[in-house]
């Protein structure tokens, strides 16, 4: 018989909730640029669009709690001369954003306390401008992100084959990595020392930022179209998206440590010709990818080494850009793992909800380990200095009970998800005590059954043998005796027997034979039965187990002749053989009273529940 295997997952239920228009960001005019971005960055408070705007770039922030359909005139983040290509929200103050443009610059902007969309009657909203200006670049900067564990440490890549890497406050570039093409893809490791880089010229590689050179150099996807790359957390592994050599889009798993070719090759995900946004979400150990042109988003589970399939949510409204929010921005009270904002036809954005279906009403702890809160690992003087660590993490217990976060160690990682049970260990047994003489001849038990009694009358009735037979310790109880000479037959000048025929060999019998030996004398059969059923057990025991020195005649070959012997043994046990026998025969006419009783309390139920049954066929 063949079954199915499902495998254990706590997020193998996880399923995509969409929004009601009515509560979607609307009355966007998002950007068309052709540029390969995602278009949409969010925090827990706000989300960056890249706008539509003419004279020159910009892009707007929306807080979170403005659902509905927005105003025709909204205040902007302007400042560029050219189209914006892509913001990132600071980790560590979500009200502060870079941006990059262009006209080769990237912006530091500062989302102000008092922020908001819509003005009041009489008012009127002003737009913001940066705060910093970083320059440096001879071309387009089409990719901004913040380094995960220092605070201040921005990396900007650039049409001009370079990524730079920022001190915000100082606002000069500090270090550059050489590339030979186009940054299609950047992303940072969790503790802010290397960076993995995908380009047009189909290379992956891994830098040691601080030393400014690659730690590794190999081909990645061999397709000509965009590929991307996202760092798995705190493991020392990282996706790719790309196509290959026949446009199918791509998922790849490598190994940093042996970034000679993905783990277990590439795997083939459709032949759809958008470009594939990898997103990792470090709490549920998951791979979100969403497919430019398409309206649908996969999630697979990592776990031993390889990305486990779990669902996918389809839509029939097509996306151009999509962002996901921080864990510490979910719905914790819903049981929202992940939040995703997606943009439809470039006039609103759609929130997406996945959710592990639960029935109780109480804090999942289970799904919710520890995540990155706002506290920096380090300082950017410390990190460029050569330092490295993971930023501290906060409870989401605390968020759940509307408290203030708590910090747990920065150390933290999340258990073992290993589905496979461990196998118990084994356990001693307790020593058997060892069998002695004494310890044998006591019953420690249920009583005997009938085949048992029947075996204990069958070794009984050797003891009315005209001849002694020397018992072993080695023999069975169950043995089958030879047929008694009928002495009333044979006369007493008989010549003795010859020591062959005097001592039969002794058969070996199981509960189940039949007592064929005897069945010629059914009196002496009948009364050696009574003499078993009353003795116990115990004493049957008892004397079987005696030692041989004990159970053995002594001698008396050379004084009597053979039949003398056996004519002076037949007198001694013979009062003692009738008074056995009659105790036997009152135990049998007792069992048959009680047989008889039994079978008259049979016939009457049988009488009864034939009553029965014709009382219910009448009815």
């Not at 998002?30 to 989300?47: E, Q």
């Not at 503790?191 to 189909?202: E, V, W």
């Not at 009928?486 to 025929?501: G, K, L, N, V, W």
């Not at 008892?542 to 001698?555: G, I, N, Y």
């Amino acid at each position: 018989m063949s079954g199915r295997f499902v495998r254990s997952s706590k997020y193998r239920h996880v399923f995509g909730r969409p929004t009601r228009k009515e509560q979607c960001y609307d009355n966007l005019r998002i950007s068309r640029n052709a540029w390969d971005t995602n278009l949409v960055k969010a925090n827990p408070h706000y989300i960056s669009v890249n706008w539509e705007a003419s004279g020159g770039g910009a892009f707007a922030v929306i807080p979170i709690h403005e659902r509905g359909r927005l105003p025709e005139h909204i205040p902007l983040f302007r400042g560029h001369t050219a189209v914006v290509l892509d913001t990132d929200w600071s980790p560590f103050k979500d009200s502060l954003i870079a941006s990059g443009s262009d006209d080769g610059k990237a912006f530091l902007w500062s989302v102000p306390p008092d922020f908001k969309l819509r003005a009041e009657e009489g008012e009127e909203l002003s737009d913001v401008t940066p705060v910093s200006k970083l320059t440096g670049h001879s071309r387009k900067v089409g990719h901004v992100l913040f380094n995960p564990a220092a605070d201040g440490v921005l990396a900007t890549s650039s049409g001009d084959y370079t990524i730079k890497i920022w001190d915000v406050e100082a606002g000069a570039p500090k270090l550059t990595l050489k590339h030979g093409d186009i940054v299609q893809g950047l992303s940072w490791s969790a503790n802010g020392s290397l960076i993995a880089t995908t380009s047009r010229d189909k290379k992956l590689r891994i830098w040691d930022v601080r030393q400014e050179k690659p730690a590794h150099v190999g081909p990645g996807h061999a397709g000509a179209k965009n590929s991307r790359v996202t760092w798995m957390g705190e493991h020392d592994r990282i996706a790719t998206t790309g196509f290959s050599k026949m446009s199918d889009r791509q998922l790849g798993l490598w190994d940093v440590r042996k970034p000679d070719g993905p783990m277990n090759g590439f795997e083939r995900l459709d032949s759809i010709s958008g470009v594939c946004m990898p997103f990792w979400d470090e709490g549920t150990q998951c791979l979100y990818l969403a497919g430019k042109g398409d309206g649908n988003i996969r999630y697979f589970e990592y776990q031993n080494d390889k990305f486990e399939f779990l669902s996918e949510y389809k839509s029939s409204d097509p996306q151009r850009g999509v962002a996901f929010l921080p864990k510490r921005g979910v719905n914790v009270h819903e049981n929202e793992v992940m939040r995703a904002f997606k943009t439809v036809n470039d006039s609103y954005i759609e929130p997406i909800s996945f959710i592990v279906p639960r029935r109780a009403e109480v804090f999942q702890d289970d799904i919710y380990p520890p995540a990155v809160g706002l506290k920096p690992a380090m300082s950017k003087r410390e990190w460029f200095d050569g330092e490295e660590g993971i930023p501290s993490k906060i409870d989401l217990a605390a968020i759940y009970a509307g408290e203030e976060p708590t910090d747990v160690p920065s150390d933290h990682k999340p258990p073992p998800r290993d589905p496979s049970p461990k196998a118990p260990s084994p356990t001693k047994k307790a020593p058997e005590p060892e069998m002695t003489p004494e310890s044998t001849s006591v019953l420690k038990g249920p009583p005997p059954s009938m085949k048992e009694q029947t075996a204990s009358i069958q070794d009984l009735a050797s003891k009315f043998n005209d001849e002694e037979v020397a018992s072993s310790d080695d023999e069975s109880s169950f043995e089958e005796v030879s047929k008694p000479v009928d002495r009333s037959s044979q006369p007493h000048s008989a010549t003795a027997p010859s020591p062959q025929s005097s001592q039969p060999a002794p058969t070996l019998r199981g509960l189940g034979d039949t007592l064929s030996s005897v069945k010629d004398k059914p009196d002496d059969f009948e009364k050696a039965s009574q003499v078993a059923a009353s003795q116990s057990t115990s004493s049957q025991i008892k004397s079987q187990a005696e030692p041989l020195s004990q159970s053995k005649p002594e001698p008396v070959a050379e004084q009597l002749p053979q039949s003398s012997r056996s004519v002076s043994g037949q007198q001694q046990q013979q009062p003692e053989v009738q008074a056995s026998l009659a105790e036997i025969k009152s135990l049998l006419e007792q069992q048959g009273k009680t047989m008889r009783a039994q079978n008259e309390t049979i016939g009457a139920l049988t009488r009864e529940v034939d009553q029965l049954r014709a009382k219910l066929g009448e009815t």
